[in-house]
């Protein structure tokens, strides 16, 4: 049996396709797949990790309106220190190969933005795939922020949502996703990858890329095309 970080190694020469396809070679077809809702916030943004689920619930309380602006601060960090409860169980001791899922049905409050993804890279995540929102999308791309979301807004998450729980299954783009699941997300999308199979789905993915890079090496002769890192990937 693999080690966490010889299957990650290895599952990170393969493109989503190529593991989707392995996915269907097991009988796993359109399973661990999320729905197409959930995109990159730019083109190119790749990664593969193990999730870290965090499900946050819809806001159950009434929102405070705030007569001044230091009772909004107040108000605010209260309500940040309830929703980002999840961000102190990731340091740099366990945040490496980890992509953490967030849960929160698809609400429309941007939970992620440039400062979370400033703090989240800092500690050494390899990427965020959120059901639900994320603004400042503008910064977050400068940052060059691994993120895949369904929403993108300028609303907060703020009056939103609450805290829920952290480390369970959630539902994620219409796919359960258990802690320790592996994430691998491309510009096709996001397919969740059930721990228990991963090691299965290498050889199939091994056999999907060996022959389309072979394929189209030589249709890059045929056409005077330079090779390029596409047809490189099994080096990695």
Not at 35 to 46: Q, T, V, Y
Not at 101 to 113: A, E, H
Not at 148 to 175: D, L
Request: proline residues 3%.
């Amino acid at each position: 049996m693999m080690t966490n970080q010889e299957l990650i190694k290895e599952l990170r020469k393969y493109r989503c396709a190529d593991l989707s396809d392995a996915m269907d070679a097991l009988g796993l077809v359109d399973k661990g797949t999320m729905d197409e809702k959930m995109r990159p916030l730019r083109p190119g943004i790749e990664f593969k990790g193990f999730a870290h689920t965090v499900k946050l619930l819809p806001k159950q309380d009434k929102v405070k309106t705030c007569k001044t602006v230091e009772e909004w601060r107040e108000e605010l960090g209260k309500g940040c220190n309830d929703i980002y409860n999840f961000v102190d169980t990731v340091n740099e001791e366990n945040a490496k190969d980890m992509v953490i899922c967030i849960d929160m049905d698809g609400i429309r409050g941007g939970v992620w933005g440039s400062e979370i993804s400033l703090t989240m890279m800092e500690r050494g995540v390899e990427g965020v795939v959120v059901d639900g929102g994320c603004r400042d999308s503008y910064e977050t791309n400068v940052e060059k922020a691994p993120v895949f979301c369904t929403r993108r807004t300028f609303t907060h998450a703020y009056g939103r949502v609450q805290r829920g729980q952290i480390g369970v299954p959630i539902n994620c783009a219409g796919v359960t996703v258990k802690p320790g699941d592996v994430i691998c997300a491309d510009d096709d999308g996001v397919l969740v990858i059930p721990r228990e199979v991963a090691e299965d789905v290498i050889q199939f993915a091994k056999m999907q890329l060996e022959d389309d890079i072979k394929v189209r090496t030589q249709h890059y002769q045929n056409l005077g095309l330079e090779p390029d890192e596409t047809l490189e990937r099994l080096m990695k």
